[in-house]
């Protein structure tokens, strides 16, 4: 059974720092970190490719890592802005070259998702 599961999530002070995780339970070609705020729609945060390690973000102070022995992705996301607020989805899947990584209906596979909150 394919299994995405975020966690890391929470509330944090604006110019603070969280890192997020997601384990899973499958064998993903390519992993994304995806957002998505009330009212407004998916977008992508930032992309790994699992084999060549090749990375793709949007925020330049989000870093997307992994863990592969322990089957598990991170995001650390640094100077945190309210405007970062929403929940964090991990997704993933076994294609690869992905066309748009970044666009959320490039994976098949998702997480429930975990919220993280910034306030000022």
């Known amino acids: 059974q394919v299994q995405l599961v975020e966690s890391g999530g929470g509330s944090v002070q604006a110019g603070g720092s969280l890192r997020l995780s997601c384990t899973y339970t499958a064998r993903y070609n390519c992993m994304g970190w995806f957002r998505q705020a009330p009212g407004k729609e998916r977008e992508g945060v930032a992309c790994?490719?699992?084999?060549?390690g090749s990375t793709d973000s949007v925020k330049g102070r989000f870093t997307i890592s992994q863990d592969i022995a322990k089957n598990t992705l991170f995001l650390q996301m640094n100077s945190l802005k309210i405007e970062d607020t929403g929940l964090y989805y991990c997704a993933a899947d076994s294609r690869a070259p992905l066309r748009r990584p970044l666009f959320f209906s490039e994976y098949a596979y998702w997480g429930p998702g975990t919220q993280v909150t910034v306030s000022s």
């Open positions: 790994i490719y699992i084999v060549s």
